[in-house]
């Protein structure tokens, strides 16, 4: 016992411990940090009370914890989730390893294991790689690499239909004031833009 709790408190990943009834069992130090509250206050509760979301809040969200529970029980074997919840940090997305936890006689599941690693930050990387790889830093809008990509593979489906726009005058209007008034005119047309056509890739 002293072994398992040294390891578990020396992970960074969250880690706990419940029942069939969904009460926690046992968490580690990671776990209580993310939901700032002490061991004492966590063992013995459920899922609402620890994330301090009502019920009926959580039915009517995306949050899908609860649900996974069930469903690692029912595969009676180790899942892999992509879950969300709301801790003191903020909204986080974690990457959790559930698994059922078998009794002696190796057949019946007396509660589960979880274990939890935030992927918010690296979400979050993720997301800024992509738009990066995909929009035109000044504007926002698709760049001409991904224009390509997408025309590529949504032609394959459905016919599209294309608008291209001359600014008149742009060159001259560049050379004349300098760009970074220029910059502020495709900055502006590129709002005007996504305005105009607020379902459509610009």
């Known amino acids: 016992e002293t072994y398992l709790e040294q390891t578990i408190n020396t992970l960074p990943d969250m880690i706990w411990f419940k029942d069939l009834q969904g009460l926690h069992l046992h968490v580690n130090d990671a776990f209580c940090t993310a939901v700032n509250k002490q061991k004492s206050d966590v063992e013995g509760r459920d899922h609402y009370?620890?994330?301090?979301?009502?019920?009926?809040v959580?039915?009517?969200?995306?949050?899908?914890?609860?649900?996974?529970e069930d469903d690692v029980i029912k595969a009676r074997k180790?899942?892999?989730f992509d879950e969300e919840v709301?801790?003191?940090?903020?909204?986080?997305?974690?990457?959790?390893y559930?698994?059922?936890?078998?009794?002696?006689?190796?057949?019946?599941?007396i509660g589960t294991v979880g274990i939890a690693r935030d992927v918010t930050q690296m979400s979050?990387?993720?997301?800024?790689?992509?738009?990066?790889?995909?929009?035109?830093?000044?504007?926002?809008?698709?760049n001409?690499?991904?224009?390509?990509?997408?025309a590529a593979k949504e032609c394959q489906n459905k016919a599209l239909t294309f608008v291209s726009l001359d600014l008149e005058c742009f060159k001259e209007l560049n050379e004349r004031y300098g760009h970074e008034l220029?910059?502020?005119?495709?900055?502006?047309?590129?709002?005007?833009?996504?305005?105009?056509?607020?379902d459509d890739v610009s």
């Not at 959580?58 to 996974?68: A, L």
């Not at 220029?182 to 607020?198: R, Y």
């Open 78 to 80: 180790t899942c892999l």
């Open 124 to 142: 979050e990387y993720k997301d800024t790689i992509n738009r990066l790889t995909r929009e035109d830093t000044l504007t926002g809008l698709m």
């Open 86 to 96: 709301m801790s003191a940090q903020g909204r986080r997305k974690l990457k959790t």
């Open 144 to 150: 001409r690499e991904y224009f390509h990509v997408y």
């Open 182 to 198: 220029g910059d502020a005119v495709l900055k502006i047309t590129a709002e005007e833009l996504q305005a105009v056509f607020p």
């Open 58 to 68: 959580y039915e009517r969200s995306d949050y899908v914890c609860v649900e996974t």
């Open 49 to 56: 009370y620890i994330w301090d979301i009502p019920r009926e």
């Open 98 to 109: 559930k698994t059922p936890i078998f009794d002696e006689d190796g057949k019946s599941i």
